[in-house]
């Protein structure tokens, strides 16, 4: 199991983050990736809403960096360390929109690209960008063929019921001949959806016990990835122990990479538990780092 990193500041849903990230920029976001990138950890994470609704905002918070924006920035800073979006929404872009604009970040980034993709469920954010919520699935099962039909390709073309394009070029276009699509979603239809259209399923929201029952029943492919949150944000290095069943019952739930959020105070306690962390994956065994 690899070990990838909810990235600070740049999401502050309550109860998952803390109070330092309201004050942290650019300069405390950057220094934290260098030491995960010099760490050897597998990925770093940004999330996607354009707008929330205020209604919504205390129940999800309200802050969410822009992906495409906060890895052009992070992708200067770092030289290993994978960009994964968790997850970008499919319904609120045109295939090709993503296969330019993260094409492009692939090649920024020196082929480091993981696009983390999901259906989406706010319904009002659908209605300001004037995506179609209604119907979602279906129109995201067609985006996601179309995008993995364009992503690395000069000249890509596809013809469904929702997108019908060919004799564009799209360039630059992304580095990786296969840019790896991780699906978001909690349900059984998610990880039909991850094993039909992606390379691997970064579930949300459920418990490791209702994970481990999903993951065991389904026939998973050869080198397809399960991406389990390690739960509450750990605490490696004033509670150990506590970290290292955290992650210990993230393995145990079939997790082939676990996304842990760190408990800190400061950049500089983020980083100090970075180190932590590193030294108590060295001593379970775990990979850290992503496969290239």
């Known amino acids: ?45 940004c999330s996607e809403h354009v707008a929330v609704p205020a209604a919504e905002a205390e129940r999800r918070g309200a802050v969410y960096w822009d992906p495409l924006a906060t890895f052009g920035y ?13 997850v970008l929404v499919l319904g609120y872009h045109h295939p090709l929109e993503i296969a330019k604009r993260y094409g492009t970040l ?8 993981t696009l983390g993709l999901g259906v989406g469920s706010l319904e009002e954010e659908f209605g300001l960008l004037g995506a ?5 699935g279906a129109r995201a099962d067609e985006a996601l063929a179309a995008l993995r039909a364009s992503m690395s390709r000069r000249e ?3 013809h469904g019921r929702f997108h019908d394009y060919e004799g564009f070029v799209v360039e630059p276009h992304a580095q990786q001949e296969r840019v790896p699509f991780w699906i978001g979603g909690r349900t059984k239809r998610s990880l039909r959806r991850a094993v039909e259209h992606g390379d691997g399923w970064v579930p949300f929201g459920l418990s490791h016990t209702d994970l481990e029952r999903m993951v065991s029943g389904a026939e998973l492919p050869a ?10 944000p750990l605490d490696p290095g004033g509670a150990p122990e506590a970290a290292r069943r955290a992650l210990e019952r993230t393995r145990e739930a079939g997790a082939t990479t676990a996304n842990v959020a760190l408990a800190a105070d400061s ?5 100090s538990q970075l180190e932590a962390l590193r030294d108590l994956g060295d001593g379970l065994g ?3 780092g992503a496969r290239r």
């Open 267 to 271: 950049a500089d306690h983020h980083i």
């Open 106 to 113: 692939d090649v920024v980034s020196g082929g480091r690209l």
């Open 74 to 86: 992070l992708a200067a800073r770092t030289d290993r360390i994978r960009l994964a979006t968790q």
């Open 156 to 158: 890509p073309r596809f």
């Open 223 to 232: 080198g397809f990835e399960v991406v389990l949150g390690a739960g509450a």
């Open 1 to 45: 199991m690899r070990i990838g990193i909810v990235s600070p500041v740049v999401a502050q849903p309550p109860g998952a983050h803390s109070g330092w990230e309201q004050r942290a920029g650019t300069a405390e976001l950057g220094r934290i990736a260098q030491a995960a990138d010099r760490l050897g950890f597998a990925h770093l994470t």
């Open 132 to 136: 179609e919520f209604a119907g979602r």
């Open 286 to 288: 775990l990979e850290l």
